[in-house]
């Protein structure tokens, strides 16, 4: 599975990015799906996730500012992020792996076999 993401920049506090992954090489439809953030200084950590049969999870801390979709006829996931934050700050990465239907939905890195090679988002005034 390849993965390509995109969309990151530079904004304000309060701003929104839209990040996309672009998947190729397997079938998108039959792939759990995860976007995963990593700070300066921070570890990295999964922020968002969706199963093959459409089930989500975010961590707390994006509840309600980020939004995670995916595009099965594009093969492509999506990530919304409205009213940004500084602690948003890091390199974001798209990640997959072929699953059946986990529950619950995997947050935790060693879940995932595949990764793009990221995209910055920077939250700063």
């Known amino acids: 599975v390849r993965l390509v993401e995109s969309g990151g920049g530079s904004v304000q506090p309060g701003g929104s990015l839209r990040l996309s992954c672009a998947a190729s090489?397997?079938?998108?439809?039959?792939?759990?799906m995860a976007w995963f953030r990593q700070g300066p200084g921070k570890e990295r950590e999964g922020v968002a996730a969706?199963?093959?049969?459409?089930?989500?999870r975010y961590i707390d801390s994006v509840k309600g500012r980020f939004t995670v979709s995916k595009d099965n006829v594009k093969n492509t996931l999506y990530l919304q992020m409205d009213a940004l934050r500084p602690e948003d700050t890091g390199m974001y990465y798209c990640?997959?792996?072929?699953?059946?239907?986990?529950?619950?939905?995997?947050?935790?890195?060693?879940?995932?076999?595949?990764w793009g090679q990221g995209t910055q988002v920077t939250v700063s005034s």
């Open positions: 969706i199963t093959r049969d459409g089930r989500i």
């Open positions: 090489g397997y079938i998108f439809g039959a792939l759990c």
């Open positions: 990640a997959a792996y072929r699953c059946s239907n986990p529950i619950p939905v995997p947050l935790s890195a060693t879940s995932y076999r595949n």
